[in-house]
């Protein structure tokens, strides 16, 4: 059983940066990918980023390419989540999850951090 907590979250001015950090413990010898999901509230979830544990491959949606940036320590079981730039758009409950296979699920959940942007 694998356990993650986000932390990192806040209130921040558009335009200005926040790092989320999600640490996983337990059971995280198999883990293939770690990725960044948010849901803003009345829309459902949504991709924001992935990073895979073993080579530092990554990906993002398109709407956070250019100003997102995740990165995972390895030898700290921890990813994070660089935001820059940050948007009105960007507010939501932004949660971590671990993937043990390369096919799209997401196995874990974290509990999920707030991230708000005020204009």
């Known amino acids: 059983q694998v356990t993650l907590v986000e932390s990192g979250g806040g209130l921040v001015q558009a335009g200005g940066s926040l790092r989320l950090s999600c640490l996983a413990s337990?059971?995280?010898?198999?883990?293939?990918?770690m990725g960044w999901f948010r849901q803003a509230p009345g829309k459902e979830r949504e991709f924001v980023a992935r990073i895979t544990w073993s080579s530092g491959m990554t990906s993002y949606a398109d709407s956070v390419k250019g100003r997102f940036t995740i990165s995972r320590d390895n030898a700290k079981n921890t990813v994070y989540l660089q935001m820059n730039s940050l948007k009105g758009d960007d507010t939501a409950v932004y949660y971590c999850?671990?993937?043990?296979?390369?096919?799209?699920?997401?196995?874990?959940w974290g509990q999920g951090t707030q991230v708000t942007v005020s204009s």
């Open positions: 999850a671990v993937g043990r296979s390369p096919l799209a699920r997401y196995d874990y």
């Open positions: 337990g059971g995280t010898i198999s883990t293939y990918k």
